[in-house]
């Protein structure tokens, strides 16, 4: 109520990633891994209710399996701690965790978004590993306070939209694994309102409570 929605600019995905070392290359191994563990999986996070958290109960709970949470200040954090094998595995934006794949730091086991990622081709999506109800992306956009005269909205979204066509815009982005998406202000209202009761279910998920 505080805002007046302009326009989204891109959607990023995330990664389900474990160490490199772990012997893990799919959902099914991470999941026979979490039965057989006698103490349980940890995992990691970039902080509690983040998209990776509730990413992370929303999988957990499509396969039927539990893992006991480690959050951290951060995306970046939660893939260090993967690199240095404080946790099992994690969730974390794919922009964040590319670096660390590229450099085979960690490895990914599935995408989070309902189709592959074209930086990540060989990295199949939860819903192709048995998780058709998993899908989690996150995504950014602009806003002004309420209030703000729509003529001026609109112009914003105008040039958001054009500066996102410039091929140089489109490609820094791609580059980071995320995705231009740009939107008309009404779309992205909407995008919004419909996030909103998404985040409330799986906050559910992942047994959270609003303040």
């Known amino acids: 109520k505080d805002f007046t929605m302009v326009g989204r600019v891109s959607t990023s995905d995330l990664l389900v990633i474990a160490p490199a070392d772990s012997g893990l290359r799919s959902i099914a ?6 039965r057989k563990s006698p103490q ?7 902080g509690i209710g983040s998209p990776a958290h509730m990413g992370a109960e929303l999988m957990l709970q499509a396969a039927g399996l539990t893992a006991n949470h480690v959050p951290f200040k951060g995306a970046s954090e939660s893939v260090n701690a993967v690199i240095g094998k404080q946790v099992d595995f994690a969730l974390a934006i794919t922009s964040v965790a590319l670096t660390q794949i590229k450099s085979g730091k960690v490895i990914p086991l599935a995408i989070t978004a309902a189709q592959r990622n074209p930086v ?3 990295v199949p999506t939860l819903v192709e590993q048995g998780l ?11 806003a002004v306070p309420a209030g703000t005269p729509a003529p001026i909205v609109a112009r914003i979204n105008e040039v958001l939209r054009a500066t996102l066509a410039k091929p140089e815009v489109k490609a820094a982005i791609e580059s980071q694994g995320s995705t231009p998406a740009p939107s008309t202000a009404q779309d992205y209202a909407e995008l919004m309102r419909a996030e909103i009761d998404k985040t409330e279910r799986m906050m559910k998920a992942a047994r959270l409570e609003p303040n």
């Open 29 to 34: 191994a991470l999941a026979d891994r979490a």
């Open 40 to 46: 349980g999986l940890v995992y990691a996070s970039g």
């Open 120 to 122: 990540l081709p060989q």
């Open 132 to 142: 058709a109800g998993a899908v989690v992306v996150s995504f950014g956009g602009l």
